[in-house]
Nanobody, 129 residues
């Protein structure tokens, strides 16, 4: 079973919304992982945009998505979501979720700059009129 599977991408008009889902596979103990969201646009490097800690729900966002994107998780359902509102053409990219194994003492934090251990296959988001 794949460790992480994204879904929910698609074509949306500027100003629209999408909700991406990340299903964490049975092989991972979700409580041991912070989850990050990353994206890669054509011709650009992959960038981290958001993350959520494994416990307490602490989050972090890159400036370009603050106030528009919201990350959440439900450990019981092994699911993580990225709600994206007020989408812009520059948000067009392949979006990936990734899992970062954290020590028990670090479960309250996350960072998009950490080295993530597992990656999903990505889902395409296209923002265009």
């Amino acid at each position: 079973q794949l460790p992480l599977v994204e879904s929910g991408g698609g074509l949306v008009q500027p100003g629209g919304s999408l909700r991406l889902s990340c299903k964490v596979g049975s092989g991972l103990t979700i409580e041991s992982y912070a989850i990050g969201w990353f994206r890669q646009a054509p011709g650009k490097e992959r960038e981290g945009i958001s993350c959520i800690s494994s416990s307490r729900g602490n989050t972090d966002y890159v400036d370009s998505v603050k106030g528009r994107f919201t990350v959440s998780r439900d450990n019981a359902r092994k699911m993580v979501w990225l709600q994206m509102n007020d989408l812009k053409p520059e948000d067009t990219a392949v979006y990936y979720c990734a899992a970062d194994r954290v020590y028990t003492s670090q479960r309250h934090r996350c960072s998009i700059h950490d080295a993530y251990d597992y990656w999903g296959q990505g889902t395409q988001v296209t923002v265009s009129s």
